[in-house]
């Protein structure tokens, strides 16, 4: 691999209201804190997989007429 031309990776905390994810990547913040003895740049979170309704369940996906039954009705077909 070249020299320098990478980027720097950090430890960082990405927070999620009270979720909180540590692992490395090349964001920074002002905010730091220490977890095990290292400190990682405290990341804030709008919004992660634990907090998205999609991931959560609490948003379903309603399809009330399938992309398979409107296919088969627009061109007159049966399964």
């Not at 907090?51 to 398979?68: A, W």
């Amino acid at each position: 691999m070249k020299e320098g031309i990478h980027p720097e990776y950090h430890p960082v905390v990405f927070v999620d209201g009270e979720h909180e994810i540590v692992t490395f990547s090349t964001m920074t913040s002002k905010e730091t804190r220490e977890i095990d003895g290292v400190d990682h740049y405290v990341v804030p979170l709008d919004i992660s997989a634990h907090t998205h309704p999609f991931f959560t369940g609490k948003e379903k996906l309603m399809d009330t007429e399938g992309r398979v039954d409107r296919f088969l009705k627009r061109y007159n077909m049966s399964r």
